[in-house]
């Protein structure tokens, strides 16, 4: 699990080309939207198209459960791990 994180993190930072962060700057649990991280709707839209191409998961922006999945590096993390399953 600890290996998807930091792997969620890079995908993070090379997505929405955060060149000021390191991996080790993104909390595990801590928000990604408004504080925390502070990443927009547009960052969560080019997020979740890196997502499904990387993880072959299939999002949908109306349901409950990807919007709690996005909270945090670790919410996506299990999200992404319960998919694949």
Same mark, same amino acid.
């Given at each position: 699990?600890?290996?998807?994180?930091?792997?969620?993190?890079?995908?993070?930072? &090379?997505?929405?080309?955060?060149?000021?962060?390191? @991996?080790?700057?993104?909390?595990? $649990?801590? @928000?990604?939207?408004?504080?925390?991280?502070?990443?927009?709707?547009?960052?969560?839209? $080019?997020?979740?198209?890196?997502?499904?191409? &990387? !993880?072959?998961?299939?999002? /949908?922006? $109306? /349901?409950?459960?990807?919007?709690?999945?996005? !909270? /945090?590096?670790?919410?996506?993390? /299990?999200?992404?791990?319960? %998919?694949? %399953?």
């Amino acid at each position: 699990m600890e290996n998807l994180h930091h792997d969620i993190k890079v995908l993070i930072i &090379e997505v929405l080309n955060l060149e000021d962060i390191t @991996p080790d700057d993104i909390e595990t $649990e801590a @928000p990604l939207f408004v504080e925390g991280l502070g990443l927009d709707s547009i960052d969560a839209l $080019e997020l979740g198209l890196a997502i499904k191409k &990387e !993880y072959g998961i299939v999002l /949908s922006a $109306e /349901s409950d459960e990807t919007k709690k999945a996005f !909270y /945090s590096v670790k919410t996506l993390a /299990s999200f992404i791990l319960s %998919q694949k %399953q």
